[in-house]
């Protein structure tokens, strides 16, 4: 059975104290990892995707980075303004179109 | 329009009372999907469509959801007979291609009481 599991739950930072986060899946098959980002309240709104082991991609403090097993959302001196729950998903190749999510990592940032 | 719109915002419902969710997707993208967020975030995929075709319903729980994609017309979500466990977060969400990334509406909260 395909699964996306996020860790840690929950992460407090100090503003400025750089950290990673991390989604790993079991899939058949992967099309594509998805990085979103949640604040309250709110819909996910997208940041990052990835489609091969090896892509990297960045915005701002934030680098996406893709392996075949795992996925590194790292965040670089980070501010109070970047907390939030960040959100993986990832759209496989089995079954038909939709994305299978993580539960999330909850970041404080505090100043 | 540029974002995906959900209305209503809030939604509260008696046991046993129907409930009906809107969404418009962004101009343009032919594929709309519907997910549950329910406690700790955890989403759960209800249907897909690609233009007014059902694209996937497995998610579905077909006794009392139904869901529907009408040409000129915002997308729906009805839940017939609301239990108290139908209480969630109800997102929308639109993307222009089989595998383009999927961009979420603000989400309609729904209480059953």
């Known amino acids: 059975e395909d699964q996306v599991t996020q860790s840690p739950e929950a992460l407090r930072l100090q503003e400025g104290e750089s950290s990673s986060l991390n989604c790993s899946y079991t899939?058949?098959?992967?099309?594509?990892l998805f990085w979103y980002r949640q604040d309250p309240g709110k819909g996910p709104e997208f940041l990052f995707t990835?489609?091969?082991a090896g892509e990297e991609k960045e915005k701002e403090r934030l680098k996406a980075t893709l392996t075949k097993k795992e996925s590194f959302l790292h965040i670089t001196a980070p501010k109070p303004e970047d907390s939030a729950t960040y959100l993986c998903?990832?759209?496989?190749?089995?079954?038909?179109?939709?994305?299978?999510f993580g539960t999330g990592t909850r970041l404080k940032v505090l100043a | 329009g540029e974002e995906v719109a959900q209305t209503p915002k809030h939604l509260v419902r008696g046991e046993g009372q129907k409930a009906k969710l809107y969404c418009a997707p962004i101009?343009?993208?032919?594929?709309v999907f519907w997910y549950q967020q329910v406690l700790k975030n955890e989403f759960k995929f209800l249907i897909s469509?690609?233009?007014?075709?059902?694209?996937?319903e497995t998610g579905m729980p077909k006794e009392r959801f139904s869901a529907k994609c009408l040409p000129n017309s915002p997308c729906s979500l009805e839940i017939q007979a609301t239990k108290l466990e139908d209480s969630a977060v109800y997102f929308c969400?639109?993307?222009?291609?089989?595998?383009?990334?999927?961009?979420f509406g603000p989400g309609t909260r729904l209480l059953v009481l």
């Open positions: 969400a639109s993307s222009g291609g089989f595998l383009e990334t999927q961009y």
């Open positions: 899939v058949s098959g992967l099309r594509g």
């Open positions: 990835l489609y091969s």
């Open positions: 998903a990832v759209h496989t190749t089995s079954g038909t179109y939709k994305y299978i």
């Open positions: 101009k343009g993208h032919s594929y």
């Open positions: 469509f690609q233009n007014e075709n059902v694209f996937d």
